[in-house]
């Protein structure tokens, strides 16, 4: 073989295995692109079940929470405050009161009308509880629809308990009363009022001594 030849087959072959080992790396290079994207792809695929199961977790957890609501007629606040019978055993005469067993402690709101209405809504709703439900009108004049529909629901539930009953209003603000109440006078409850009806009756953020 001349110096010549030698050369160019020299030549040739570096080439050869130049193109080579390009070709070598390329097809790793794709290898671990694809590798990659097929385990972002598994990834995403992944997080996305793992957020509809916690979607369907909780919306099954919403629908059984509102069956339940539905079930007892009350909203969220008065599910756990009013079926204990504000605080106390719904089993015992101590539950609620007659009309001639609440005490009414309006403070310095006696002549405010709001005040007057929240006071008046639980007198006639311990009176219709004495009766067992066989007066609601007094209920029903001193409630909106939806709120004489929760209050009988609860009437209805502590029928005929007749112990005393303490209503005492802490607080008057624009559209809603604070009182305390309950056989204690320890349960604070905010009363919520559409023009002189109590629309709604919630646990309350303020101390009751």
Do not use: W
Not at 60 to 70: F, H, L
Not at 88 to 100: E, L, N, V
Not at 151 to 157: D, L
Not at 166 to 190: H, I, K, L, N, Y
Request: glycine share 10%.
């Amino acid at each position: 073989m001349t110096a010549v030849a030698a050369t160019v087959f020299v030549a040739i072959s570096l080439t050869g295995c130049s193109e080579a080992e390009k070709a070598g790396n390329d097809a790793k290079d794709k290898a671990a692109e694809a590798a990659a994207s097929a385990k972002a792809e598994a990834s995403e695929k992944a997080s996305q079940k793992a957020d509809e199961a916690k979607g369907k977790a909780k919306a099954k957890a919403e629908e059984a929470k509102t069956k339940a609501k539905d079930k007892a007629g009350m909203s969220d606040d008065e599910s756990a405050d009013e079926a204990a019978g504000d605080g106390t055993d719904a089993g015992s005469d101590a539950g609620a009161a007659g009309s001639g067993n609440v005490t009414v402690d309006l403070g310095e709101f006696a002549d405010d009308p709001s005040a007057q209405a929240a006071a008046g809504f639980f007198e006639a709703r311990q009176a219709a509880v004495a009766s067992s439900g066989a007066d609601l009108g007094d209920l029903q004049a001193a409630t909106t629809a939806d709120r004489f529909k929760r209050a009988s629901a609860y009437v209805e539930r502590h029928a005929g308990h007749d112990g005393p009953f303490m209503v005492t209003v802490v607080g008057v603000e624009s559209g809603s009363v604070e009182v305390c109440v309950g056989p204690d006078g320890t349960r604070a409850r905010t009363l919520t009022l559409e023009g002189d009806k109590v629309a709604d009756n919630t646990q309350g953020d303020h101390t009751c001594a």
